[in-house]
């Protein structure tokens, strides 16, 4: 790069160097800049998770407990999957990523409302602390399920102040979703198409509408549980005149689909990376685009296989399992879809390629076991067994985590101006990747050999392969770490990145990395579909 | 804390000691066979292709492919084809593993924070653990004192969760004799982990030997008679049907009008619910006099009550054979 033009784009005034206070921060409307107060918050939310995982692990390391007492454990548990859940994966791509990058890449100035933006990062802070409050005041022992009558009437623990913690951060969710709809319906930039839109805009569209018709009914579940538990009222507790059934039926109403709210804008990255650095149109476009939505809307139709064992009709089992392998199918379309874009392709194995491969192993597995537990026979011997532990964390850790940690290590020149290390960044993608399997893999076993989960003992015979989880979880989490070190080195020393490093399309590619507060200098036009990469960079856009 | 009669070897698979083990994991292995065919496919392809068409120079260009729709059908049609057939073959076996064979054997089991009560109809009581015999139906009616729980026999591969204010049922023939585990799978508090115990499968003659082994309680039913007579119920339902209510003689699994014109299926869920709410679903031709026995009876005491009222079904056959 020419020395000359780095200098000039140091000085140039970007959404970064605008202003430096702290209020110019925490009053800022800029998506930019909300999405950075998102990274730093969900960070914090995502290793205090971590931290949490790490004990649970050295827990089982033996089959007698001897590192915690079960109280403790079952707290530990709880408060990894809330973390986790809705305090890390939730809004980790929407909100940092999504919140960055839909109005940059169909050409707006920010999102449609961005004083409600702000307002959805503070209104998520307020939940963080009242769970963290919760967390520190003694903690909470219901397993995020949140299962009545357990935790309506029988737990001891802060329910209450934890579940509130969720129900507030819903609205976060609620408003980003709202935000997204808005903005991509009414602020395209000329030309740009519903078929012309990059699909990370189809997958956060998605996503929106599930966090639009699914965050709602969770809100009023949590306060159902509020009431029979601060109240009294019989909702779900027999005693009381209520059905512990009804609960699960609300909660997996919104938790299934937000599943898909963790996955799906992971599968956006996805088409954006495999697309760059196979230098590819994506192939099948339309049906990896209508896919999303196909997800979204199927997959408010499958709660019920949470329930095939909990004593709910054995034919509405049966619908809710024909439904499930529905489900299946638009995924298995876009992994298809995805491969047969490399062909042919020019591969390039760049750090967030090798995230994107990683995405496409893991969640082939991770998918593939999801059919298992669709399917009624078999998910009666593996349900609430660590294989269902091993599922999910291969679709949210294997999927959604590989995604963000792809979006982010993609985006990052563009968010920072700066370059990363790419021998460091291949190093700790593929040390994450073993890591994860060597982590997780036993644990599909363990399922199988009768290991249910939530067990802070347990006997002999599942020390073995609980040890090799372990070990792996440490070479998972020194992948997790390398990267805060080389980011922060490359924040300090990076070289610069220019406009587009990686010589990908879309209209975030054509303005200066940091992009100025407006995003563009000039009002962009779209002459052309997505991922036009057989044309040469000169003559796109 | 674990038994430890019980070995422990490590195996992939927990031991088939069901008639349905093996049936299960046939369709297991097939699913197995299924993800391997497909993610090493997938995992080819993107191997050779990496390999094939890595970048060689910096200008490379490729040219677009839009895509294919005969591609996009096949692999939409072939993979519902597929799991279609894994619907099919699950959902089939899943009937079978939750309908009970009429003859099945009866143990009625209540699950509390945190320890197992099973009783046998010969009024056998076991706490956290399970004696049956091997080759012959067994089918638990099960239901909880407070929280959701669940019974699960790995080696039986059934599970079911234990809800309270219901009953749940499972059923299973073992087919091995032998000691095996039985874990709570559903979390239900501190001791969660530790809420569990042992089946013990033993030969016919054995498991007939133990039973006579046992204290000489009473029988459940009989248990139940006495409960009957001292709740005062059988001033009203007398077996003649003279009294206020209706005689309960020969009612168990057959049908009971209601008085909304409904019929519902006499079975344990209906006879617990007319015990503690007996005005949610009336028998026609009667008034809603009866009280509730809300907390006058225990669950163990309302199993009683049912296998009584079950044995009147079974008294009325006797009498109408000879």
Redesign the interface.
């Known amino acids: 790069m020419n020395t000359g033009i780095a200098a000039e784009e140091a000085v140039r005034p970007n959404y970064l160097n605008v202003n430096y206070s702290i209020r110019s921060w925490l009053l800022t409307t800029d998506h930019k800049r909300i999405a950075l107060l998102y990274l730093v918050s969900i960070s914090v939310f995502f290793a205090i998770g971590g931290a949490l995982a790490g004990m649970i692990r050295i827990n089982l390391l033996t089959p007698y407990g001897t590192f915690v007492q079960a109280e403790t454990y079952n707290k530990l548990f709880t408060m990894h999957g809330i973390t986790m859940i809705f305090f890390f994966l939730i809004p980790s791509i929407p909100a940092v990523l999504g919140n960055f990058l839909v109005p940059m890449m169909i050409g707006a100035r920010d999102l449609a409302f961005p004083r409600i933006n702000l307002l959805s990062w503070y209104v998520y802070i307020l939940g963080g602390t009242f769970t963290l409050v919760a967390a520190v005041s003694g903690g909470v022992d219901t397993g995020w399920t949140f299962y009545t009558p357990y935790s309506s009437t029988y737990a001891n623990t802060n329910v209450i102040m934890t579940a509130l913690g969720v129900f507030i951060t819903g609205f976060s969710s609620i408003l980003t979703g709202l935000n997204f709809v808005v903005t991509i319906h009414t602020m395209r930039a000329p030309g740009l198409t519903w078929s012309r839109l990059p699909l990370f805009i189809w997958a956060h569209y998605a996503t929106s509408l599930i966090f639009l018709l699914g965050t709602p009914v969770i809100a009023i579940t949590i306060l159902l549980v509020a009431l029979e538990r601060g109240l009294g009222i019989g909702i779900f507790n027999p005693a009381l005149g209520g059905d512990p059934l009804l609960f699960q039926h609300l909660f997996w109403f919104y938790s299934h689909p937000a599943v898909y709210i963790m996955i799906l804008p992971s599968m956006g990255v996805m088409s954006e990376l495999i697309a760059c650095f196979s230098r590819k149109r994506i192939f099948g476009y339309e049906f990896v685009a209508f896919s999303s939505l196909a997800i979204a809307i199927l997959g408010f139709l499958v709660w019920g296989h949470h329930m095939f064992v909990s004593s709910q009709s054995m034919y509405a089992g049966m619908v809710f399992s024909l439904l499930s392998f529905l489900v299946a199918i638009p995924s298995a379309i876009k992994v298809f879809n995805w491969t047969a874009t490399m062909y042919k392709g020019s591969i390039a194995l760049k750090t967030p390629m090798l995230y994107a491969i990683g995405f496409i192993g893991l969640f082939t597995i991770g998918g593939l076991t999801g059919i298992f537990l669709a399917t009624l026979a078999v998910d009666v011997h593996v349900h609430d067994t660590y294989f269902v532990v091993a599922h999910f964390h291969y679709i949210m850790v294997g999927g959604a985590i590989m995604g963000y940690l792809g979006g982010i290590h993609f985006w990052w020149p563009k968010i920072t101006g700066r370059l990363f290390s790419e021998a460091w960044g291949r190093i700790a993608a593929i040390t994450l990747f073993l890591g994860f399997n060597l982590t997780f893999f036993p644990q599909f076993i363990l399922g199988v050999m009768g290991m249910p989960r939530r067990y802070h003992v347990y006997p002999p015979e599942f020390q073995f392969l609980n040890v090799m989880s372990t070990a792996g979880s440490s070479i998972l989490a020194i992948g997790y770490v390398l990267p805060i070190f080389y980011l922060t080195w490359s924040l300090l020393k990076g070289a610069r990145a220019g406009v587009n490093p990686w010589g990908a399309t879309g209209l975030e590619w054509q303005t200066p990395s940091p992009p100025p507060t407006d995003n563009f200098e000039t009002p962009p036009h779209v002459p052309e579909e997505a991922y036009a990469y057989s044309l040469p960079e000169a003559s796109r856009g | 804390?674990?038994p430890t009669s019980?070995q422990?070897?490590?195996?992939?698979?927990?031991e088939q000691a069901s008639t349905?083990a093996g049936?299960?994991d046939a369709?297991?292995l097939f699913?197995v066979a299924?993800?391997v065919v497909?993610?090493g496919l997938?995992?080819f392809?993107?191997f050779v292709?990496?390999v094939k068409?890595?970048?060689?120079a910096e200008?490379?260009?490729?040219?677009?492919?839009?895509?294919?729709l005969p591609?996009?059908l096949l692999?939409?049609i072939i993979?519902?084809g597929i799991?279609?057939v894994?619907?099919v073959?699950?959902?089939?076996?899943?009937?079978a593993?939750?309908?009970p064979p009429a003859a099945a054997m009866e143990v009625y089991v209540v699950g509390k924070?945190w320890m197992w009560r099973l009783q046998h109809p010969g009024g056998q009581r076991e706490i956290n653990e399970l004696h049956v015999p091997m080759n012959r139906p067994v089918k638990l009616t099960m239901t909880s004192e407070?929280?959701?729980h669940?019974f699960?026999v790995?080696?039986f591969?059934?599970?079911?969760?234990v809800?309270?204010?219901?009953y749940?049922s499972i059923w299973f023939q073992a087919t091995k004799p032998g000691e095996y585990?039985l874990?709570?799978?559903?979390?239900?508090?501190?001791?969660?982990?530790?809420m569990g115990g042992r089946i013990v499968v033993m030969e016919p003659a054995d498991y007939e030997r133990w039973l006579a082994g046992g204290v000489a309680a009473e029988s459940l039913a009989a248990a139940g008679e006495r409960l009957f007579t001292r709740l005062g119920c059988s001033t009203c339902h007398r077996a003649d049907g003279t009294g206020r209510g209706p005689s309960l003689v020969g009612k168990f699994g057959k049908t009971q009008r209601l008085t909304t014109g409904d019929s519902v299926p006499v079975d344990e869920t209906y006879v617990r619910e007319s015990i503690l709410n007996p005005q949610a679903k009336l028998a026609t031709g009667y008034a809603p006099i009866m009280p509730t026995f809300k907390g006058l009876v225990t669950e163990d005491g309302l199993l009683q009550l049912i296998a009584y009222i079950k044995s009147l079904k079974m008294e009325e056959k006797a009498q109408a054979t000879p």
């Open positions: 804390m674990w019980l422990s070897v490590f195996r992939w698979f927990p349905v049936q299960v369709l297991f699913l299924v993800t497909f993610s997938i995992f392809l993107v292709f990496v068409f890595r970048r060689k200008d490379e260009r490729p040219q677009a492919i839009h895509g294919s591609l996009e692999w939409t993979p519902l799991t279609m894994i619907f073959w699950g959902a089939h076996l899943y009937f593993m939750t309908v924070q407070d929280v959701i669940s699960f790995p080696a591969r059934v599970k079911r969760d809800v309270p204010g219901k749940t585990y874990f709570c799978s559903q979390y239900c508090g501190t001791s969660h982990a530790v």
